[in-house]
């Protein structure tokens, strides 16, 4: 590996890191759809700060384009106040004024600004490593790992710092604002350092990567764990993971860096989705399945337990009386033999005395639908598990 | 019961959008009532306590908790917000959730500790989920997502506790234990005020009672105003209730 290899992937980590803090916190609030309005709409911000620092680098570039993120946010929540549109309308209304009015500013200036659309879109972090801090002539770098570095190492602070804070504010804003901790400063704060995050990542990977990294990421750790520290560090690992990757494909591809990175993130989102086990969709349809086969199951014990009479227990019988296929006649009686619910001998099936109290258990509580009988239940038998 | 006044509501008017959901409302809460708040669907309860709490601000009259501005109070009162307003598919535990209840004595940044993680615990105890508290809050039912709630309010200490419909979707065991919790916070002397739904257990599970829609019908002792002339006034229609006190 060269060196502005190493630097690339290096600046591509960092920023996915730096986008999946703030991005973790987007989600949770169900607020994905702003991070995409900030990122579209900071574009006049970081147009008119270059025309006054010409340096794409400059902290007040950074902090001037950070504004107007905070003017979308503000902009947005006026609009859904007066309660004549609702939040993604509003936000389908702000973004792309704000966004074309960028797109105008560039082309107006387009022969003196080396700015153009296809590099706000999608970024240029092929190029980053060209661009370096020197101090004094030693080389410390390329500026963008300077930039999004100190970015990345605010944003951790602030998580350590108010890791509480950000936790109650999005569970429960009510009782943040009770117990004396605005939400609003927190709500603002966030804001704020998704829009600082994300001036500062556009330069590396343009504005659609940087909602890719601040809300796939995330997306996928909510999938997978039910603590919000693990959502965290594996939305990080994630995010480094798509831009390392990303950053290979580009390079046998001969492809976009920002492009390949979305697709690495794309496709790893489907395979979370397909295969988390619990909240993926197989384990889903599987569960589904699952209680189809006990919704069975129970059908047939019940039937055992009406029953006394041999013929109506014989195993042939079971098939035309319930009205099954052979196929899930089997399924439902090994189910009930390997749980110790029912005996067969000589073809002739008996309730075992397990089976016979899970039966009346079962069918008392889908009569009385009482949430404490459940509880039990879930714990002693199978059934109704999940 | 002592003279004291815990909340005192003046001339307060709450408006969405310019339009009045709380119009010139009076109350005065005495200290160590178990108060409900009874009235139709939309009839400014959660926004009356919202109010109190400061959540919400009116656009005339002030609310004050002993004596004083809520701003100056908060650690001398616990909320229990209604269940539906918070997200239970949140990241997090039983245990955590209830932990929550100690931030505000903590104050900004500082991290909670062994103490706070005792309190917590010993809230679960008495509301009878300890055996939960490691379970991620969206595999708990209904019932004890609301005794979750009730321990969170719990762990603050507090001296008065608002309770948005504690009681909604909770099975009877849970609605006794819940309340059985209540009548012990007033026993100890403190203040308890909850919306509440069910008109029929009012004579039994409180002793104080506002009647609201959009203004205040009624506040007082149950055994004096709990009759069909406030209830008609509240609900607007001819009520009669078979309730014996
Ligand atoms: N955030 C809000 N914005 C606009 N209107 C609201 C809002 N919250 C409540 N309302 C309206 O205020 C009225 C009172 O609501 P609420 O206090 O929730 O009533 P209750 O708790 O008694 O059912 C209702 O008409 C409701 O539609
Ligand atoms: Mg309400």
Not at chain 1, 19 to 47: E, N, Q, W, Y
Not at chain 1, 119 to 125: C, Q
Not at chain 2, 89 to 104: E, K, Q, S
Request: hydrophobic share 50%; aromatic share 8%; net charge neutral.
């Amino acid at each position: 590996m060269t060196s502005a290899q190493i630097e690339i992937q290096l600046i591509a980590s960092l920023v996915a890191i730096a986008c999946a803090i703030p991005g973790t916190f987007l989600v949770l609030r169900k607020m994905a759809m702003i991070s995409d309005a900030i990122s579209h709409s900071i574009l006049p911000g970081i147009v008119a700060g270059f025309f006054l620092t010409h340096d794409l680098n400059s902290p007040w570039l950074i902090l001037l384009a950070a504004v107007t993120g905070i003017i979308t946010v503000f902009l947005v929540e006026f609009i859904q106040k007066t309660g004549l549109v609702k939040e993604d309308t509003a936000i389908g209304l702000v973004f792309p004024a704000l966004f074309s009015i960028g797109v105008i500013m560039i082309a107006k200036n387009a022969n003196d600004v080396h700015l153009d659309v296809d590099a706000v879109l999608l970024g240029e972090l092929a190029f980053a490593p060209f661009d370096r801090l020197e101090v004094n002539g030693t080389d410390l770098g390329p500026k963008s790992l300077w930039v999004i570095g100190c970015i990345l190492l605010i944003t951790v602070a602030l998580l350590i710092t108010f890791f509480k804070e950000l936790k109650l504010s999005t569970f429960d804003k009510g009782l943040a604002a009770t117990l004396g901790f605005s939400p609003v400063i927190m709500h603002y704060g966030l804001m704020a350092t998704a829009s600082v995050t994300t001036v500062g990542a556009f330069d590396a990977v343009g504005a659609i990567l940087v909602v890719a990294l601040m809300i796939a990421p995330p997306a996928m750790a909510y999938l997978l764990t039910t603590d919000l520290k693990k959502m965290l560090i594996l939305s990080v690992i994630f995010g480094v993971i798509g831009a390392i990757a990303g950053y290979w494909v580009a390079h046998w591809l001969d492809a976009s860096i920002a492009g390949s990175m979305t697709s690495v993130l794309g496709v790893l989102f489907l395979l979370v989705y397909l295969f988390a086990p619990g909240k993926g969709l197989i384990s889903v349809l599987y569960r589904q399945k699952r209680q189809r086969v006990e919704v069975h199951l129970l059908t047939f014990l019940l039937h055992l337990q009406n029953h006394e009479e041999e013929s109506e227990r014989h195993v042939n019988h079971l098939n035309e009386h319930i009205n099954w296929q052979k196929v899930r006649s089997k399924s439902v009686l090994d189910l009930a033999l390997k749980n110790n619910m029912i005996t067969i001998e000589d073809d002739i099936i008996s309730l075992t005395k397990k089976g016979k109290s899970f039966t009346s258990e079962a069918i008392d509580y889908i009569i009385t639908n009482k949430n404490a009988a459940i509880e039990e239940m879930k714990d002693r038998f199978f059934l109704f598990r999940g | 019961m002592s003279e004291k006044i815990a909340i005192s509501v003046d001339d307060l008017t709450v408006a969405y959008n310019y339009k009045p959901v709380l119009w010139d409302i009076d109350l005065s809460i005495p200290e160590g009532v178990l108060m409900a708040i009874v009235g139709p669907n939309g009839a400014g309860k959660s926004t009356l306590i919202k109010s109190i709490l400061d959540i919400i601000k009116p656009i005339a009259g002030s609310v004050k908790i002993f004596g004083k501005p809520y701003k100056k109070q908060h650690e001398h009162v616990a909320y229990v917000p209604q269940k539906g307003s918070v997200d239970w598919d949140f990241p997090t535990t039983a245990l955590d959730v209830v932990m929550m209840g100690t931030y505000g004595s903590l104050g900004w940044i500082k991290r909670p500790g062994q103490k706070q993680k005792k309190a917590a615990l010993e809230a679960l105890e008495k509301v009878g989920m300890l055996e939960f508290k490691s379970r991620q809050i969206s595999q708990l039912s209904g019932g004890q997502q609301q005794r979750i709630f009730l321990a969170r309010a719990l762990v603050q200490n507090s001296s008065i506790y608002l309770m948005d419909e504690p009681f909604q979707g909770v099975d009877a065991t849970t609605e006794k234990a819940i309340i059985n919790i209540l009548k012990e916070l007033r026993k100890a002397g403190k203040t308890v005020i909850v919306v509440h739904h069910d008109l029929q257990t009012v004579p039994e599970y409180f002793d104080w009672v506002t009647f609201l829609n959009v203004k205040k019908i009624a506040t007082g002792p149950v055994k004096d105003i709990f009759n069909d002339d406030n209830l008609t006034k509240t609900y607007g229609i001819n009520y009669k209730v078979s309730i014996q006190q």
